[in-house]
């Protein structure tokens, strides 16, 4: 037990003892009102106490991280806001306060510590598993976050849209494609108010946001946390391609893969997916924390991502850091590596990219089957 959090958790025993009406026991937790306060600043200073202790090197990576976001998303405040959600999505949680995002984990454990259901070691062991589970996604998906609205600023937009496609009611049930309810695609509207999270009620998967970019002088949809949608669209765009919907897909994009497109009209990229078809991307993005998946891995997953969802203009891995381990580059044309870090100017080339023609060859996954129409 280090130091810090031997001494917070001390005060906290010390604290119970001088307050007899306190009863934490193996099968109640009675905490009066009147003491309440006193009793969670020193229970929540053993928390704090122990991740500080515990897991320094990655509260200072989360600090750094949290101070970018601020920054890249203070820089586009002129043109939109984050909307608030009944449910507040954990990578949310974890850019705004990581240190209650991370302590959070230790609550049980330390309730069942004081409860004697577990001892120090044990606790130790337990809230170190949680924590360090917790962790790959929530930084994960912070740095997609800083990428997003870095990328934004890059293609210097003129003004935002979004689509509001509206949710599941009172009730009511996803069903199969086949039985899906069937209606319109809204057109985008301008907006000055944006989901964090793509709620995962929503009738369509549709962009995050769309962005009118003087860079490429179109419109470009963004699209992360993909998740298919619960409803048939009546007017999918003739002018992009679409496939099924299948197991491979949403396999693919449980990664957290970002997708991007563009168009002269935004109608056209109003829609990522509906309950049976998937919009082709122009390009496809995946943020990675180096500290949790080696280059080789990172590689091995883009390649099959890349090969089923074949993106017309090739793929970006974007990396907070460089690999310490020396590696081969890669063979793939279609796949680039970005270490970014959190410098908005290394993520130039995703726009260069992006103002290239489309190449004449494109490589075609055997399973992957995309059509103007299905």
């Not at 009511?172 to 509207?189: I, N, Q």
């Not at 995946?286 to 993106?311: F, G, H, Y």
């Amino acid at each position: 037990m280090s130091e810090g959090f031997a001494q917070a958790y001390e005060k906290l025993r010390e604290f119970i003892v001088s307050h007899p009406e306190i009863d934490i026991g193996e099968s109640v937790t009675s905490i009066p009102e009147n003491v309440r306060p006193e009793f969670y600043v020193r229970f929540n200073a053993v928390r704090e106490a122990y991740v500080e202790d515990r897991f320094a090197p990655l509260l200072n990576r989360a600090r750094l991280l949290q101070e970018n976001f601020s920054r890249a998303e203070k820089n586009l405040a002129e043109l939109f806001s984050w909307e608030e959600t009944p449910v507040v999505s954990p990578v949310q949680r974890f850019l705004r306060g990581y240190m209650d995002s991370m302590t959070r984990e230790l609550f049980d454990p330390l309730f069942d510590m004081l409860k004697g259901k577990q001892t120090i070691g044990s606790f130790g062991q337990t809230a170190s598993e949680k924590i360090s589970a917790l962790w790959p996604a929530v930084f994960r998906g912070g740095y997609e976050k800083w990428v997003i609205l870095s990328l934004a600023r890059l293609l210097e937009p003129e003004k935002v849209l979004q689509v509001n496609c509206g949710f599941l009611g009172p009730g009511e049930r996803a069903k199969t494609a086949a039985y899906a309810p069937l209606t319109d695609v809204p057109d985008p509207e301008e907006s000055g108010s944006l989901f964090f999270s793509p709620p995962r009620n929503a009738v369509f998967a549709v962009p995050d946001l769309i962005i009118r970019s003087g860079a490429l002088n179109c419109y470009v949809a963004i699209r992360s946390e993909f998740s298919e949608g619960l409803y048939n669209a009546m007017n999918i765009s003739s002018a992009r391609e679409w496939s099924p919907v299948d197991t491979d897909l949403l396999v693919a994009m449980e990664n957290g893969l970002t997708l991007v497109y563009t168009a002269d009209r935004p109608e056209d990229i109003a829609l990522v997916a509906d309950a049976a078809r998937f919009c082709r991307p122009d390009m496809m993005l995946w943020c990675v924390d180096a500290w949790s998946m080696d280059r080789k891995e990172v590689l091995s997953t883009m390649e099959l991502c890349d090969s089923r969802i074949n993106p017309k203009k090739g793929s970006f891995v974007i990396a907070d850091e460089p690999w310490p381990e020396p590696v081969e580059p890669s063979q793939n044309s279609r796949i680039q590596f970005l270490i970014a870090g959190f410098e908005q100017r290394r993520l130039n080339p995703i726009v260069d990219t992006l103002k290239e023609d489309e190449p004449q060859i494109t490589q075609i996954s055997q399973k992957t089957s995309f059509h103007g129409t299905l």
